[in-house]
């Protein structure tokens, strides 16, 4: 068990590492779109959790869904640069559809875990 969490400290260092070094290229130079540094987020942080995947390691439900939170407000951000949009993604849509994604994510992992005799509908 020891040898499990001393590698996982390890893979964590490793994901700040890359973290800090993303931020501070995206806040130095002005010509990287904001949503690379924060899709970029997303894909390490999804990286962390895949790589304790591949070694049998327990990953964090945490990690995974601020990962998938960070890429769909990345891509979001990077959307009408990559796309010709017939409408403008605003930033109060591009943060509607995060809280949305996370609602999604919240029910999609709690509802499996309701035991069936405690739902009773009247009626």
Do not use: C, H, Y
């Not at 969490?5 to 590492?17: D, M, P, Q, T, V």
């Not at 869904?65 to 640069?81: M, N, Q, R």
């Not at 499996?112 to 009773?120: C, G, V």
């Amino acid at each position: 068990m020891d040898k499990t969490l001393s590698l996982n400290r390890k893979f964590e260092a490793i994901a700040w590492g890359l973290l800090f070094i993303l931020w501070g290229v995206t806040a130095l130079f002005d010509f990287v779109p904001g949503g690379v540094g924060i899709a970029g987020s997303g894909l390490i942080l999804l990286g962390l959790n895949a790589v304790r995947s591949l070694r049998d390691m327990p990953t964090k439900s945490r990690t995974t869904t601020l990962g998938i939170l960070a890429l769909v407000w990345g891509g979001l951000e990077l959307t009408p640069l990559l796309f010709d949009l017939p409408f403008e993604l605003s930033d109060r849509a591009i943060f509607a559809i995060v809280l949305i994604v996370l609602g999604g994510i919240l029910l999609t992992r709690e509802l499996p875990r309701i035991p069936k005799q405690s739902i009773e509908i009247p009626r």
